[in-house]
């Protein structure tokens, strides 16, 4: 017997609020901000089921590359769909995965030449921190049990992500269940320290590297923190410390990979010359499947692989996801990179130049400060910002066909990669106009 109400659309906010516990909200503040109800996404669209159309500005926390409802996505999506939606990836394989595996590895010169597939962002981190301990523990240094996170860094939220992760309205409720990580000081280009930063890690891995596992870091841009940005210099110079210390470097890509920094990993802007100039480990997800599918996946280096290379069942890496290496979405993610292999960075360039010029008139504005771009993020901080400003202008933008969300003082644009000159002006303008709505 069904007992469930008819489905009219204008109940869904709050049939919502009463059935569905949503992911970072208070839900005793909900009921006066009811979540907007999506029926329908077409290109950077979002549209509710009265017809009004919102600017995913934030492209749906980062994830969706070409606009919603993509073609060629869904095509390849629905083709296979037809042939093998899933197969566990414990002692069977298929071509999506493998395919994907080998491109992969192919944009790090080989560099990183094992894939390892997760479900989302928080269990790659959760894969390449146990990788990095298991790894020495298999080559006999089983005090290596500890690792350094940037200060503000963030990496997730399931207990081991968390325990790296240096933002505490998501940390401290939880800080008691947590392994001690050290914590370096962030490079931050607002502050013009990143040679200050560099000299601290040296000082925290002269000090602790035999018992540190890994170093992890989100290169050139920490998103959580309120899209920090550094330089690809620091990234170098952090390499270096981790080779001259004999530590893991785990690149977390998983928010400014898949061309959001104008290529496909931010860490080819370090222009690495050789293998031994990539990281350990390279970590993405949201993009990967361009906002279709959940995927994760690690990729490391011939060394790690080979510490867990033996005959004894328990020297291998027992890790598994009941989804692991999904046949769908590792189509949607070949999908991805087929995009890229037609050349989309230099696309990419074109519309960051879009970003850059239709927001310039922001950067006077008297309330702004610290106007910052690394290449498809561009952000700027709110001076004097009083309390509740993230909500009130995510409140204030829906009026303007808006839908974005500030992190506390910083207001960033990340949007799909289908900006043209006058899809720019447009997000331009509808930031200005919020801005002097709420400021």
């Known amino acids: 017997m069904n007992l469930l109400p008819p489905d009219t659309p204008k109940d869904w906010p709050q049939r919502s609020l009463a059935a569905v516990w949503h992911p970072c909200t208070q839900m005793a503040r909900a009921q006066q901000v009811p979540p907007l109800p999506m029926a329908r996404g077409q290109g950077p669209w979002l549209f509710d089921y009265e017809g009004r159309r919102y600017f995913d500005a934030n492209s749906s926390w980062w994830v969706n590359l070409f606009g919603h409802s993509d073609a060629a996505l869904n095509e390849a999506i629905k083709a296979q769909l037809d042939t093998l939606p899933h197969v566990m990836l414990a002692g069977c394989t298929h071509a999506p995965a493998v395919r994907l595996a080998e491109r ?44 350094v996170c940037l200060q503000n860094g963030y990496h997730g939220e399931t207990i081991g992500a968390l325990a790296v992760t240096d933002v ?33 890690m040296r000082e925290l891995l002269q000090e602790h590297h035999e018992r540190v596992a890994a170093v992890i870091v989100e290169p050139l841009v920490q998103g959580a923190a309120g899209m920090v940005m550094h330089s690809a210099a620091y990234l170098r110079g952090l390499r270096a410390l981790t ?54 996946l690690v990729l490391s280096t011939e060394a790690v692989f080979q510490a867990f290379w033996s005959q004894d069942v328990a020297r291998g890496f027992l890790h598994s996801h009941s989804y692991t290496g999904n046949a769908l979405a590792c189509a949607a993610a070949n999908a991805v990179l087929d995009r890229f292999d037609a050349g989309l960075v230099a696309a990419l360039a074109d519309q960051a130049a879009a970003l850059s010029q239709a927001f310039e008139p922001l950067r006077s504005h008297p309330r702004v400060a610290h106007w910052r771009q690394c290449g498809m993020m561009l952000a700027f901080d709110v001076r004097d910002a009083a309390a509740g400003f993230a909500e009130r202008f995510h409140l204030a933008a829906r009026a303007h066909e808006l839908l974005i969300r500030p992190i506390g003082a910083t207001v960033y644009v990340m949007p799909p990669y289908v900006i043209d000159v006058a899809t720019a002006d447009w ?13």
Not at 130 to 135: A, N
Not at 245 to 261: K, N, P, Q, Y
């Open 427 to 439: 997000l331009a303008q509808a930031v200005s106009r919020t801005l002097n709505d709420v400021a």
């Open 243 to 296: 080779r001259e210390f004999g530590v893991h470097l785990i690149a977390d890509e998983i928010a400014v990979g898949c061309g959001r920094s104008g290529r496909f990993l931010a860490w080819e802007h370090t222009e690495p010359a050789s293998p031994a100039d990539w990281p350990d480990f390279i970590l993405l997800s949201k993009g990967i499947t361009g906002g279709t599918l959940p995927l994760s």
């Open 104 to 147: 992969l590895s192919a944009r790090t010169g080989g560099a990183l030449g094992h894939v390892f597939f997760g479900s989302d962002g928080a269990s790659a981190v959760e894969i390449a921190l146990k990788q990095s301990f298991h790894s020495w523990k298999n080559l006999g240094q089983l005090q290596r049990r500890e690792f």
């Open 168 to 200: 505490q309205i998501f940390r401290d409720a939880y800080d008691p269940l947590l392994m001690r990580a050290h914590i370096a000081p962030s490079p931050d280009a607002r502050l013009d320290n990143e040679a200050q930063a560099l000299q601290a």
